[in-house]
């Protein structure tokens, strides 16, 4: 019984944030206005051998503000190097699908170090550095095309068991800054940076569901201050592969 009422914990948690909010297409905070934004993700992972593995993301986004659906795939791969290190590559596809405007194709091929310290009591941290490469291709327009560079610091906080495994429910926990550059990877990065907080639920050693909330701040310009813009209300779906260190 007490299994059963925890497997239903995820899905109350994502009911009770989201709903409430549907009816909006935007909230003000300081005569700022920030967006709403919808995700659904299913993430699949693939063991190639013991320290190989192919994953990917399947991703609907929807932002009712701008009446715009993203529709996204990103095939990846993850090298083990040791227990601490471990270098990941892909490409990412992002189709960006506007009612009144005009429909653009993103691609971003990407490469990142993971390394997985420290780990103290039940948390487990990890510091992830990504370089993008973003080739916009817009339709009846000049396409663009720009750098960017991700930090994210992320942990998991196991509530009724010391360490994430089967039937463990979690807080998930992040912080990521994000900058780009148009002209040259030695100018200033200043785009964007992003909080999250969570809950997550692991069904078994194959499928985990998690609810994610994530707070942006953007910027425009290296010299102006950082303004609210985004909320962000995530889904995600993992399966297989080495999910407990997703």
Do not use: C
């Not at 701008?66 to 990846?76: F, N, V």
């Amino acid at each position: 019984m007490m299994a059963t009422q925890l497997e239903k914990i995820p899905i109350f948690l994502f009911l009770s944030l989201v709903l409430p909010t549907l009816s909006f297409t935007q909230v003000n905070s300081d005569q700022q206005e920030i967006s709403n934004q919808f995700w659904l993700d299913v993430i699949p992972h693939f063991e190639l051998g013991e320290n190989f593995e192919f994953y990917g993301d399947g991703s609907i986004r929807l932002t009712p503000v701008d009446q715009r659906t993203t529709l996204m795939i990103r095939p990846s791969i993850r090298w083990q190097f040791n227990p601490y290190l471990a270098l990941h590559g892909g490409v990412g596809l992002f189709y960006n699908d506007f009612q009144e405007d005009t429909n653009s194709l993103e691609i971003r091929p990407w490469q990142a170090v993971r390394i997985g310290y420290p780990d103290f009591w039940r948390l487990k941290f990890k510091h992830y550095v990504r370089l993008e490469q973003r080739l916009f291709l817009n339709e009846g327009s000049e396409n663009d095309f720009l750098h960017r560079l991700r930090y994210q610091i992320k942990a998991k906080l196991p509530i009724n068991k010391p360490y994430v495994a089967e039937k463990t429910v979690y807080v998930p926990f992040a912080y990521e800054w994000l900058g780009s550059a148009n002209d040259g990877l030695d100018n200033l990065w200043a785009s964007q940076s992003r909080a999250m907080v969570g809950l997550g639920y692991v069904y078994s050693e194959k499928w985990i569901i998690e609810f994610e909330y994530m707070y942006w701040w953007s910027r425009d310009l290296p010299s102006s201050a950082f303004a609210s813009s985004d909320q962000i209300f995530r889904l995600k779906i993992l399966k297989s592969g080495w999910i407990f260190d997703e």
